[in-house]
């Protein structure tokens, strides 16, 4: 237990790290948005009458859940140019993680409408709503309200799970650490700080969803 | 008392042994007398030298080791060395020549003699047939792979501008596949690699752009022995010359030889 620390060895690479850090933040922003769309078109789907469109949803569903990350990523990078779509690095690795988090999203929301009371859908039905304005402004917004811890944990995995798209040389936050480290040897320091952004950018997102929180729903559980 | 005699008169005989060596006439000679071409060569190292499926030597190396004989109208004996082995099996007269995938080094220099080089081994630029790149400079505003803090990374790094994307993988695979998928035209790696790439996707063969780091193989001879680095340096020109050697880069390395060898 001698090692010294020299973080003034990381210094000269702390553009590289900002760089970094506006990637991850890039993807996670992005992804989280488009995921949180798509698991909800797919909770949707799931809970809809056409036998065809619950069958398509629960296999996406399957496929992405029971399938490694990493498996799917290289998929999209490296497999589809196969069949003629080429997606830059960062395309691809924005793609994977929506398509990730959209099949996760959508069971955590189809958990969140199927524990919505029936009463709150016939209700809806007295009042002569139609069942897309039931669904859209009673079941979902208490669905998503009654999910939203697990959905915000959800989205943070998926900003950590990121630092897996550097393996296809997207420049994000790992890979600035991957690359310091690389080039000057303080594996140590490197991660270290890297584990630190991470751990920052986490909680960050947490406020944030907890801010969004407050302003969305009447009554937030959090 | 007897194990000293013992130790003085081996020493004597040593000294003999070494005085008769120095005296011998130079090693050329000495081969051609003896109708012998005894050459150290690789059995671990494709495709410099391998054990093919009929269990017989082959190889880049072993394809020298061939033409010197053939040209010196002698007999040719090969010596499987390792790489750790094959200096000391030169300097003890075991063999006459070392072919052996042999890097050029100070350390080496102070030991035994070199002929001119007579095989690539670089990292390099490769890439697609139709990209035309033939130096750092031409890189500008195209995209090349390559794996992260490997030695090609580090000299690329050093050569090309901003201008230039450098797209980092995580491992040697990685980078491949990336090359192989299309994902990038360009991959700086070393021409072994690229070989074993030609080999296996004849379609997608990566060629030769521009050399990073060159280290070329040469011919490794006894120290002193000017007469055989001559007449060995003498049929590598003509080798380079008659094309004879860059068969032999096709053959193996599946790529033309590098201008600059």
Same mark, same amino acid.
């Given at each position: 237990m001698s090692y010294q620390l020299d973080f003034s060895g990381l210094l000269?690479?702390?553009?590289? @790290?900002?760089?970094?850090?506006l990637t991850t933040a890039e993807l996670t922003v992005y992804s989280t948005f488009a995921g949180i769309l798509l698991g909800t078109a797919g909770a949707a789907g799931r809970i809809s009458n056409k036998a065809w469109l619950r069958w398509l949803i629960s296999a996406y569903v399957e496929v992405i859940r029971n399938t490694p990350f990493i498996v799917q990523l290289f998929f999209i990078f490296f497999g589809l140019p196969a069949l003629g779509l080429k997606l830059s690095a960062w395309q691809a690795g924005c793609? /994977?993680?929506?398509?990730? @988090? *959209? /099949?996760? @999203?959508?069971?955590?929301?189809? /958990?969140?409408?199927? /524990?919505?009371?029936? *009463?709150?859908?016939?209700?809806?039905?007295?009042?002569? @709503? +139609?069942?897309?304005?039931?669904?859209?402004?009673?079941?979902?917004?208490?669905?998503?309200?009654?999910?939203?811890?697990?959905?915000? +944990?959800?989205?943070?995995?998926?900003?950590? *799970?990121?630092?897996?798209? +550097?393996?296809? +040389?997207?420049?994000e936050l790992t890979f600035s650490a991957n690359f310091i480290q690389s080039r000057n040897f303080l594996s140590f320091e490197s991660y270290l700080v890297t584990a630190l952004i991470y751990l920052l950018l986490a909680i960050a997102m947490r406020q944030l969803f907890e801010l969004s929180a407050r302003r969305l729903f009447k009554n937030p559980v959090l | 008392m007897f194990t000293l005699k013992k130790l003085i008169a081996s020493a004597a005989i040593l000294v003999c042994a070494l005085t008769s060596t120095v005296s011998q006439a130079d090693q050329l000679s000495t081969l051609m007398e003896r109708g012998v071409l005894k050459v150290a060569v690789p059995q671990d190292f494709p495709p410099f030298g391998s054990v093919g499926s009929d269990l017989q030597p082959m190889g880049y190396d072993i394809d020298m080791a061939r033409y010197l004989a053939e040209q010196l109208d002698v007999k040719l004996e090969l010596v499987p060395v390792t790489s750790a082995n094959r200096i000391p099996y030169l300097q003890t007269r075991k063999v006459d020549l070392v072919i052996s995938s042999l890097g050029?080094? !100070?350390?080496?220099?102070?030991?035994?003699?070199?002929?001119?080089?007579?095989? !690539?081994?670089?990292?390099?630029?490769?890439?697609?047939? #139709?990209? $035309?790149?033939?130096?750092?400079?031409? =890189?500008?505003?195209?995209?090349?792979?390559? $794996?992260?803090?490997?030695?090609? #990374?580090?000299?690329?790094?050093? =050569?090309? #501008?901003?201008?230039? $994307?450098?797209?980092?993988?995580? #491992?040697?695979?990685?980078?491949?596949?990336?090359? =192989?998928?299309?994902?990038?035209? =360009?991959?700086? $790696?070393?021409?072994?690699?690229?070989?074993?790439?030609?080999?296996?996707? !004849?379609t997608r063969k990566p060629e030769t752009k521009f050399l990073l780091k060159n280290s070329p193989c040469y011919v490794g001879v006894l120290k002193g022995e000017q007469a055989l680095v001559d007449k060995v340096n003498g049929l590598i020109a003509q080798a380079k010359s008659s094309g004879e050697l860059e068969r032999l880069s096709l053959a193996w390395f599946k790529t033309s030889l590098p201008k600059e060898l």
């Open positions: 000269p690479y702390l553009p590289e @790290l900002a760089k970094g850090l793609l /994977a993680m929506v398509i990730n @988090l *959209g /099949a996760y @999203l959508t069971e955590i929301i189809r /958990a969140g409408i199927e /524990a919505t009371p029936k *009463g709150q859908w016939e209700a809806g039905k007295t009042l002569g @709503l +139609s069942h897309w304005h039931i669904f859209s402004r009673i079941v979902l917004p208490t669905a998503i309200q009654r999910i939203y811890p697990a959905l915000v +944990s959800q989205c943070i995995i998926v900003m950590l *799970g990121s630092a897996v798209v +550097s393996q296809i +040389s997207v420049e | 050029k080094n !100070p350390e080496r220099e102070k030991a035994i003699d070199f002929s001119e080089a007579y095989a !690539p081994f670089f990292l390099g630029v490769f890439g697609a047939e #139709d990209v $035309t790149v033939s130096s750092a400079q031409e =890189l500008a505003g195209k995209t090349i792979g390559v $794996t992260r803090g490997a030695v090609e #990374d580090i000299e690329l790094s050093k =050569l090309v #501008d901003n201008t230039t $994307t450098i797209k980092r993988f995580e #491992d040697n695979n990685t980078t491949l596949s990336a090359y =192989l998928s299309g994902q990038v035209e =360009l991959i700086a $790696t070393g021409n072994l690699v690229a070989t074993e790439i030609a080999k296996r996707v !004849p």
